[in-house]
């Protein structure tokens, strides 16, 4: 961090948005002269925090600083896909998911491209979101292939918790991978 920035702060602010309590690190956020920092990344999670809390004018502001001092950064620019295509400026989110596709290696392109199709097939994701976020799904047709029943109900019913899908969806899901 540069000088004016307390690192108690600034850890504080990490540790609130790493345990997703977003709106009580947007106001020790609000507090700090982020012009001062020197680190990209911790622009980035300011960013990410104003984007949490609807304030898309502010986390560009971040985010344009972060890939000032950090051009080659790729979750800057992960998130600057993901701003971009809740703001609706989807000619600049496609211009950002091509700098980020450009050098991507499999793993991380395999990431924003269901952030991409994610957006361009918003309807077909709703139900399949928390399951295919997480990869759990993957992990419980291969628990499924060793019969361990117990594991795999521990599973689904830790996605099932954590999801908020509908509970049509979620008795679809579990008829299917209960089988």
Request: one cysteine or more; a positive charge.
């Amino acid at each position: 961090m540069g000088a004016g920035l307390s690192m108690a702060s600034v850890n504080k602010i990490k540790e609130l948005a790493n345990s997703r309590e977003y709106s009580l690190a947007l106001e020790l956020v609000e507090h700090q002269d982020l012009t001062k920092s020197l680190n990209p990344q911790f622009l980035r999670l300011c960013g990410e925090i104003y984007i949490k809390n609807d304030r898309y004018k502010d986390a560009r502001r971040c985010l344009i600083m972060a890939h000032r001092l950090g051009p080659e950064s790729k979750r800057v620019l992960y998130t600057f896909v993901e701003l971009y295509l809740r703001m609706g400026y989807f000619q600049l989110a496609k211009t950002y998911y091509d700098m980020y596709m450009f050098d991507a290696n499999a793993y991380d392109s395999r990431d924003m491209e269901y952030v991409w199709n994610k957006h361009e097939h918003a309807d077909d994701y709703k139900t399949l979101e928390p399951l295919t976020m997480t990869g759990a799904l993957s992990y419980i047709c291969f628990t499924r292939k060793r019969k361990n029943r117990t594991r795999r109900r521990r599973w689904l019913s830790y996605i099932m918790h954590r999801s908020r899908i509908p509970i049509t969806a979620r008795l679809y899901w579990i008829s299917k991978l209960e089988k």
